[in-house]
Each structure stands twice: as C-alpha cells, then as structure tokens.
C-alpha cells in the first residue's frame, strides 16, 4: 500500500512516501520544508502567529506531494516543539481547516521507538535522535526497544539557552549538554552494551555533509561514518564563525547555520559520555520508523 507520513520537527517538517510491503519500505519519496518551529516559539511558550502559519502551509504542501505521488493514507505527527506548545491544538486546528489533516502529537518515547526501528536494521544498536527540541537514545535488538529516554536537548533548545559566537560559548554548550546527559548515561551503563552508536537528524546528516564538504540526505548519508575528531574539527572552525561566514561552508546548509554548532556540542558531547569514537550515520527517521512500525 502507498502511504506517507508528515512530520512537524522543531526545525524542519519533514515528509516520507512509500509503498509500505513485506515490512519494508519501497519506491521512497522524501520532501522538506524548513519551518523552525522551536525558534518561532515566543517567550511565553506559544507558537507565533506568523510561524504557525507557516508551518501550516508547509505541511499542506507536503500533503499535496505525497497525494500527486499517489499515497493512499496520511498521517501527520509533530514531536518536541508542538509538544512544549502552548497552542499547539491551535497549529493542529489550523493544519485540518486547510487540508483536512488530523494532527497526533507524539510522546518523546514514541519518537525514541520509531527512530529505532528506522535505524537499528535488527541488529543490536544504540541509537540516537538528535532534533531541534530534544534528543532520543534507545537501546535494543531485533526491533525491540530495551531501554529509551527523551532529553529536553536540542541544537535550537541550546541554541535559545546560548548562542555560539566562540569557543568559550563551544565549551559552555558542551558543558551543559553532558549535564543534561550525564543521569541516564549512567543508566545506559548498567545495561549490556550496543557495538555501535547510530545517529539520525539533521545534525548528524549534516556532519556527514561536511565530512564530505558536499550536501547528503536521506539514503546518500546511509552508513557514513564520523569521527570524535572530526566532529571536534568542524565545531572549532564554526563556533568562531559569523553566522554569514558559517553560510558559506561546503555542505553546510545556510537554513542550519544559526544551530548546528549546538548540534554538534550534543553530538560531541554524547560520543564523550557514552565512550564512542565515531558515531554511523543513518538518513533516516522517525518517519521511516512510523511507516515501517504500520507493516507489524
């Protein structure tokens, strides 16, 4: 059966169409809209009204290309932002007067669940989601999750706590993401231990990107692998950087530049907590998970 999910991020909406059969997903159709969500969100929690109309026009146009692509059935899920959203039943309310779609708001476990199942391929693997308003980690096997945590971390959640306009900022982002990682590292340590450290979300695709100094998504960013040191590498030549500076780095998307550097202080900062020396990169996501999870 044809089918598609739509994501509402912190950062980006995100949709994924396929021909979901023999629990797995063929003929993938991927699209993108950046709507920065979590940035758009005002200092009394509620979404601005200019950005939860952008959002909405986003996701109707995304709902649109997966209809013309020939989906059967649609579903809409958001995730960190709507769910810290005091109006978020206002952007769910918005999305259905304009095209008839009928927003779930998912928990951070759930998101932590679909990531893996997008990621681990059945294989005994850690896996980490790295989004806008927060970050999964969930350990199993076989497609079973074993143990899974969502952190209220993300680049953007960082990026509203300090900006990076050096390496002193670099540091005291780094600081704060192993303080906030540092209980249920200690958790993940009792439990037997996963051979490799799988990363999704813009912030681990991107470090791919810039690896290889050119723009990677979805299946092209599959099973790249990046380093301790590189990702140290990239955050020391960005965190000095003007942000007009950062927009010129080779595959560094401009739409990225502002947050990133606090992506990669998560990604720095995870790697150094729970003892890796690389992380592999998946170009999937939650939504391959959700697609995958409807043929169980």
């Given amino acids: 059966m044809k089918r598609a999910a739509i994501a509402i991020g ?7 169409a396929a021909d979901v059969r023999d629990q797995a997903l063929w003929s993938i159709v991927r699209g993108r809209e950046e709507t920065r969500l979590f940035l758009g969100l005002d200092a009394d929690g509620s979404i601005r009204p200019e950005r939860l109309e952008q959002t909405a026009q986003a996701v109707c146009r995304l709902y649109r290309q997966a209809v013309d692509w020939g989906a059967q059935d649609v579903a809409l899920l958001a995730t960190s932002a709507t769910r810290d959203a005091k109006n978020g039943k206002a952007l769910g309310e918005r999305i259905f007067a304009l095209c008839g779609l009928t927003l779930r708001v998912i928990s951070g476990e759930e998101e932590a669940r679909l990531a893996f199942l997008a990621a681990s391929q059945g294989r005994r693997r850690l896996v980490m989601d790295i989004g806008g308003g927060s970050t999964e980690w969930t350990l199993g096997e076989n497609n079973r999750v074993e143990w899974a945590v969502s952190m209220q971390l993300g680049a953007s959640r960082l990026l509203k706590r300090r900006k990076i306009e050096n390496e002193a900022d ?21 439990l037997p231990p996963a051979p490799v450290l799988v990363g999704l979300g813009g912030s681990c695709t991107t470090a791919a990107s810039l690896f290889l100094r050119r723009q990677v998504h979805g299946e092209e960013a599959e099973g790249i692998e990046v380093s301790l040191t590189e990702a140290k590498r990239q955050l020391a030549l960005l965190a000095p950087m003007t942000l007009e500076e950062r927009m010129r780095v080779p595959g560094l998307l401009p739409t990225r530049a ?3 550097p606090h992506g990669l202080c998560i990604l720095i900062a995870a790697l150094e907590t729970l003892g890796f020396d690389s992380l592999t990169v998946s170009g999937r996501s939650n939504l391959d998970g959700y697609l995958l999870s409807q043929t169980e």
């Fill in 170 to 190: 670099a540091e005291a982002c780094l600081a704060l993401a192993r303080e906030i990682m540092a209980p249920n590292a200690e958790k993940l340590r009792a």
């Fill in 10 to 16: 912190s950062n980006s909406t995100r949709m994924l």
């Fill in 258 to 260: 502002a947050h990133y």
